[in-house]
């Protein structure tokens, strides 16, 4: 308690003396074996390998020898034929193709160079470590270069200047600048200058910390056990750093499309009534709904995998009529299964030993929602397919996605977390708690995302989850957890999310309206606003805190709010063909203006705009009262979505928004295509093109498919690209997916009906 108070402040609290650092000096030997250069230094031993052209992995074990096995985020890695090898006096040089890595052997470090040209560089030496087992690793960096990615962390979208750490932790406590560590630990930096963008993925699972406060000139980075493991990738922009690290961690694979419509929940709606009262205000009021949630209160005191029998007596019924309304239903799963001898779940994972345990075989228990609990140890498989099979029981019922919280794992203890001795058994290798900690959210992420597509063939799984690590994106879209009602937390979404989707993951959202705190009805609207863009849109609050579903305030708030649900559903066969480019090429569906306009200084801190793909702009109102804002718009020329004024790119306009008005732009040359009105995503929308013109090309791109399963990987889906040309609207089409909607309307925005300028 104390630490909420000065006494946080004592003198003897503040300058902690750092641990004594010692620096790995020298290589000592070598060995080339036609892929990995690896060999000994005066402390430990090393290995470095290009992954790719633009890629490469370097290791240092300071106290032993460098493991080189795969990661679970780096599952891509693969060192790359035909780099050839150069050794000399001083230095071993390693090329593939323009790209050219070198070792300077006193003074351990490196450079690379593309072309000829230098674009990477470390300290020398860059390696150091301390007797408590510490490792550090140090870049140089330009003292103002914007540092983009890390994750979901707070803040702004620019890290330079700050120390981020990364340690999954629960906080519910205000979401602050201060408080760093949140739910998800993504090491993963971008370091941006107007030509190039340089990727550092330190891929080691301790809590690790990027400091890029204490010295002007570099970047370092530090981690509290195991071995240096770092993947730099040297792209020439922002989006070809993030491609290559998500060729490397994994994609986001396309979700099903009712996964992308708008959903409702609240912690908790008590009853099955309650939940068939939500769905029937939905519809009573026309308001478009794909999913309802299920937190903790629809099951049996808190344990996973039953429901409560007095207030969920019809739990299938239930599922049943909702899924023949079109609607999804998302229970919570938490990892804490309660200590009961009388519960099955708990009897079969001790029988099995499939729980959490020391090295002594002792069960760890930690308190969670069900009071005393064991934790699956998720890092084995034995323990993934246990639990994927133990989904049958809501997938039976027609449930098809589920809600993993409480994953970092949360314990309510003094440390928060399981005991850091525990150890996991990752298939007979047997690691700590302080070293798998930061991975325990995305096994059981992995555990369930395959239980869902195994229980239910060809049907692509939705899982959503509060923790993560690096490559989480590929089983999990992601919340931002428990933020609060509070406009400095609307405003923090955008760079959380712009981050979170620099970090490969570009499946996010946070709670709309707010989790905690009450919500005011401006500050919904505004809200609803943001989220009806980002990519994952769910409304959630927490109990005892005001209720804030869409009608919650009377009409004239509900209306707004139902507008810009509704406008999602119209943006939503542009926001699905963004899903499937994600999956293709790693891009995220919201972009920072960097990643677009890599070379435009006035894009590199913008935190309170982003992009939707290439060619929406949306630049919300987030403050109480403000009906103008300052809207950078980038080079080119842009037009107000709703006015279809245009306006000139490369400068700032003052726009007026009141409160029914989300600043929304398009850019010149864009073919938007939007859809009808639906009640949600298993409606069949057909499609009105939207063509804003431009002098240049104009051109759209349409992806469909059956919105749910995976034939599309089989052809099955239907890409149509559209290029319009002096009043002629050309469209192709690829894929075999017949059922494509169909085109009821096409508009010219920008040109009257006699072809001239508006
Ligand atoms: C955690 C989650 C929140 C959920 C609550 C109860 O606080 O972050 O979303 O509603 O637990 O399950």
New binding site residues.
């Given amino acids: 308690m104390l630490e909420t108070t000065s006494y946080a402040i004592l003198p003897s609290q503040v300058n902690k003396k750092e641990e004594l650092r010692h620096p790995v000096q020298s290589i000592c030997s070598y060995e080339w074996d036609g892929k990995v250069l690896s060999g000994m230094l005066s402390k430990g031993s090393f290995f470095i390998y290009f992954t790719r052209e633009n890629t490469l992995r370097f290791a240092v074990q300071p106290f032993g020898e460098a493991d080189v096995s795969p990661t679970i985020a780096a599952e891509r890695d693969q060192p790359l034929d035909g780099v050839t090898f150069e050794p000399s006096e001083d230095s071993l040089v390693l090329e593939a193709g323009a790209h050219r890595v070198t070792i300077f052997k006193n003074s351990l470090s490196f450079s690379v160079s593309r072309n000829g040209a230098t674009v990477f560089q470390t300290e020398a030496p860059c390696v150091s470590y301390t007797k408590e087992k510490q490792v550090y690793f140090s870049v140089e960096k330009e003292t103002d270069a914007p540092i983009y990615g890390l994750g979901e962390k707070s803040g702004f979208i620019n890290k330079n200047g700050l120390k981020i750490s990364n340690w999954n932790t629960d906080v ?1 406590a205000p979401h602050n600048k201060d408080t760093v560590e949140l739910y998800q630990s993504i090491p993963f930096a971008l370091i941006h200058a107007q030509d190039k963008t340089t990727g550092i993925f330190f891929d080691n699972t301790f809590r690790t910390s990027f400091d890029m406060q204490t010295y002007r000139d570099k970047l370092e980075i530090m981690a509290e056990g195991g071995q240096v493991n770092v993947y730099v990738i040297w792209g020439e922009d922002v989006k070809e750093t993030v491609q290559a690290y998500t060729d490397l961690t994994g994609k986001t694979p396309l979700p099903p499309k009712w996964s992308l419509g708008y959903h409702q929940s609240r ?1 908790s709606y008590t009853s099955q009534d309650e939940v068939s009262t939500i769905a029937a205000t939905f519809k009573k009021y026309g308001i478009p709904l794909d999913c309802i949630f299920l ?2 209160h629809y099951m049996d005191d808190y344990r996973v995998f039953t429901f409560n029998e007095d207030t969920f007596p019809g739990a299938g019924a239930l599922v049943k009529d909702l899924n023949s309304q079109g609607i999804d239903v998302v229970p ?1 799963v ?1 990892p804490g299964v309660k200590k009961d001898v009388h519960y099955p779940v708990y009897v079969e994972g001790m029988e099995k030993g499939y729980f959490s345990k020391y090295l002594d075989g002792d069960v760890y228990y930690g308190e969670v ?1 069900p009071g005393e609990s064991a934790f699956p140890d998720f890092f084995n498989s034995s323990v993934q397919k246990w639990w994927g099979g133990l989904h049958q029981y809501y997938t039976k019922l027609g449930i098809r996605g589920i809600w993993n ?2 994953n970092e794992p949360s314990v309510f203890n003094e440390t928060k977390t399981m005991d850091l001795d525990v150890m996991h058994d990752v298939d007979g290798k047997k690691i700590s708690h302080k070293e798998g900690h930061n991975l325990y959210g995305l096994y059981m992420s992995k555990a369930t995302f395959e239980g869902l597509k195994e229980q239910v063939p060809n049907s692509r799984p939705f899982s959503l989850t ?1 923790a993560g690590y690096a490559g989480v994106q590929r089983y999990s879209a992601v919340w931002t ?2 933020n609060r009602s509070h406009w400095e937390h609307l405003e923090m979404s955008l760079p959380m999310i712009i981050n979170l989707g620099l970090s490969g993951v570009a499946f996010s959202g946070a ?1 709309v309206g707010g ?1 905690s705190s009450d919500t005011t009805p401006e500050l919904l609207i505004r809200w609803t606003q943001v989220g009806a863009f980002l990519p994952y849109f769910r409304n ?1 609050s ?1 109990q005892d805190s005001i209720y804030q579903e869409p009608w919650a305030f009377g009409e004239a708030t509900m209306e707004s709010v139902k507008k810009y649900i509704e406008l999602r559903y119209r943006f939503m066969p542009y926001l699905y063909t963004l899903f499937h480019e994600a999956e293709q090429t790693g891009l995220p569906v919201v972009r920072p203006l960097v990643m677009e306009y890599p070379q435009d200084e006035e894009t590199f801190q913008c935190s309170d705009q982003f992009l939707l793909g290439k060619n929406v702009l949306v630049a919300p109102i987030l403050r109480q009262g403000q009906t103008h804002r300052a809207v950078y718009l980038p080079a080119g020329e842009w037009y107000d979505f709703w006015t279809e004024e245009r306006y000139k790119g490369g400068e700032y306009h003052l726009i007026k928004a009141d409160l029914d008005t989300l600043p929304l732009f398009v850019k010149e040359g864009t073919i938007l295509p939007l859809g009808s009105p639906v009640r949600n995503t298993k409606e069949k929308q057909e499609i009105e093109l939207h063509i804003y013109h431009s002098e240049q090309e104009v051109t759209g791109i349409l992806y469909e498919d059956d919105g749910i399963s995976y034939d599309y990987r089989d052809q099955a889906y239907s890409i149509s690209t559209y290029d319009y040309k002096k009043g002629d609207l050309q469209i192709s089409r690829e894929g075999s997916y017949e059922a494509t909607a169909e085109i009821i309307a096409t508009k010219i925005i920008g040109k009257n009906e006699a072809g001239e300028d508006i």
Avoid: N
């Fill in positions: 519910f912690y937190d903790i919570i938490d929602w919280d409480m509060r957890g428990d709670d989790f959630h927490v």
